[in-house]
Structures are given as structure tokens and as C-alpha cells.
């Protein structure tokens, strides 16, 4: 089976190394160009770039793939069987998606039709989702509508978003090794999804992160979870910004004006939410690493009743 691999960040690369491992002919790994780090003094590889060099496999880094004619005419000369898209990072026009004897297939970190879009993994946290999991779909021109052809599921649990992040790219790269073999077999019923049973998970922005002391102890601890390591979750104390990175929800109630600090120890940082407390157990200051606020009340000093922004 002759496969072209179409993804550019980390939740990639797992994919990729169990297709390599898995003996499959990779003729090409197509990714997003190369950014300059640092303010233009470095340039950065992709994951997936970075992976394919390792093993000699020839990369392709188009701008744009849908006005890139040199790209196109390399892949119907290649003639691969089935194209693997994950986390790719541009819109596939249709003419690359009927390329492929098996057409393009996509491994999305979600239980489709729940959760298509750019951020499932932390969409998956913040509306408090029991399980999620990964979907095989085949790609159609709308947005992971496609139908699947095979899912595995997870608990979401207490896991932040780099923990889930982990786990679902090695369960992707798990399930599409079983898959792509049913798929040439043809033992595979694509499977429609049901657009009723559809919610979209939107792209994060750095100020997704800022607390909202009126919510609930429950929405700010999921959002914590959802947004470690990015962007994090923070809020004002004084003129300095502090990140949260850990926290427990507490059933005690509070009168306090919300965002207020009622009490600090070296559990944590109690903190009225919505009228009940949430206690912050991890915490990052400015120039400071991410530490338990046991260890960081060592040498310093967080002062209660101080209003959090």
C-alpha cells in the first residue's frame, strides 16, 4: 500500500512512526512550511518534517496546497493509494481528495459527529465530556463530515490537556495501523454521521485562558485542564499576572466578592467562584517556574482578601 502523510504538529507525528513501523511505502510527507523562530533568527522543522527527514522520506512544504500545481502533479505521478491526513493544518481541495485508489482518510481526536473543528482535545475537557476518542473518517470536502470507518474511546477523567493530547495520538496511531488494512480488504461500511448529534470545537486564542471568577468552581477547574500547557489559565493578582495550573473544587460556599482570595495555606489558595470556593494548588508567577503553592510560599507571600482580575 502506497500512502502519502499529510500533518504538520506533534499529535502527528505518533501517526506517522507507526505507518514507518508498520512497513508502509511513504512516498511523500506533506507539511506546513517552516516558521522562523525567535524573531527570524531560527527556522523551526515541523514534528512531522523533523520525523520524515530522520527516515529519508521526501517532504513537501507548500504555502498554499490548493494553488500548488508542482505539489499536485508529484502526487498523481506517486499514485499513492490511500492519502493520511492528521492535523494537517489547510483546506484539501477536491482533486487531491479523489486522488488516492482509497481516497484521503483523516485521524481526528474526537467521538465524530461530537467535537469537529481545530480544538476537540480541549473542547473535550472544558464541556465536561465523560469520554472522548478518536474517529477514522474519510475526507469529503466539509469540515470532518466525512464518513467513519473506525472510533476507539477514552475517559476523559482528571486529565489535562497534554495528558489527553498523548494518549489520543498513540490510540490514533493504534487504531489507524488496524484500519488500513480493512480499508484495502474492503471489510470496512463506512459509517454516516449524523449532523443533528454535531457540536464544533472552535480554535483557542491566548485570551481563552482568562479567568472568569463568576463561573462555577467546576467550568474554572475544567478550563485549567483544558488549557495546560496552552495558553494557560490566569488571572491579575496585583499588577502581575498568575497562572494557574492546578486547582480542586471545594463545596464550601462564600460571601466574598468574586475572584476574592478568602484563604491561603499550604493546601492551596482558596478562591470564592460563583459563590463557592475553588482552590488553586499549582501556581505560576512571572519569571517563576510552575511549583505547588506549598513550595512556593517558601519565599514568598500570596495576601488574603486580595481581588483577583
Not at 464541556?127 to 476523559?156: F, R
Not at 472568569?212 to 488571572?235: L, S
Request: proline letters at 5%; a neutral charge; one cysteine or more.
Amino acid at each position: 500500500m502506497k500512502i502519502v502523510f499529510m500533518g504538520t504538529p506533534d499529535f502527528a507525528v505518533p501517526v506517522l512512526e507507526g505507518i514507518i513501523k508498520a512497513g508502509y511505502e511513504v512516498g511523500y510527507v506533506i507539511t506546513q512550511p517552516d516558521k522562523a523562530k525567535n524573531r527570524g533568527k531560527k527556522v523551526q522543522f515541523t514534528p512531522v518534517k523533523e520525523l520524515a527527514l530522520a527516515h529519508k522520506i521526501a517532504v513537501l512544504q507548500p504555502e498554499k496546497i490548493k494553488k500548488d500545481a508542482q505539489t499536485v502533479a508529484l502526487l498523481k505521478d506517486y499514485a499513492p493509494d490511500v492519502i493520511v491526513v492528521v492535523a494537517y493544518g489547510q483546506i484539501i481541495q477536491r482533486e487531491v481528495l479523489e486522488l488516492p485508489k482509497f481516497g484521503c482518510i483523516n485521524v481526528h481526536a474526537s467521538l465524530l459527529p461530537k467535537l469537529r473543528g481545530a480544538s476537540p482535545i480541549q473542547h473535550a475537557i472544558l464541556q465536561g465530556e465523560e469520554k472522548t476518542g478518536v474517529t477514522i473518517m474519510q475526507m469529503s470536502e466539509g469540515l470532518d463530515t466525512g464518513d467513519m470507518l473506525s472510533k476507539v474511546e477514552t475517559a476523559v477523567e482528571q486529565k489535562n490537556c497534554e495528558q489527553l493530547h498523548d494518549e489520543l495520538a498513540q490510540l490514533g496511531a493504534d487504531l489507524l495501523i488496524e484500519t488500513l488494512p480493512k480499508i484495502e480488504s474492503g471489510a470496512i461500511r463506512p459509517e454516516k454521521q449524523d449532523d443533528r448529534l454535531s457540536t464544533y470545537a472552535g480554535m483557542i486564542a491566548k485570551q481563552d485562558g482568562k479567568i472568569d471568577f463568576h463561573k462555577t468552581p467546576t467550568e474554572i477547574e475544567r478550563q485549567i485542564r483544558a488549557f495546560d500547557p496552552w495558553p494557560g489559565a490566569y488571572c491579575q493578582y496585583g499588577d502581575q499576572q498568575m497562572k494557574i495550573w492546578r486547582a480542586e473544587c471545594l463545596t464550601q460556599q462564600s460571601d466574598a466578592e468574586y475572584g476574592t482570595i478568602v484563604g491561603v495555606s499550604d493546601a492551596g489558595i482558596d478562591i470564592c467562584c460563583g459563590g463557592i470556593l475553588l482552590r488553586a494548588t499549582e501556581i505560576q508567577l512571572p519569571g517563576k517556574k510552575r511549583v505547588d503553592v506549598k513550595s512556593y510560599l517558601r519565599g514568598n507571600k500570596i495576601e488574603k482578601n486580595t481581588l483577583l482580575g
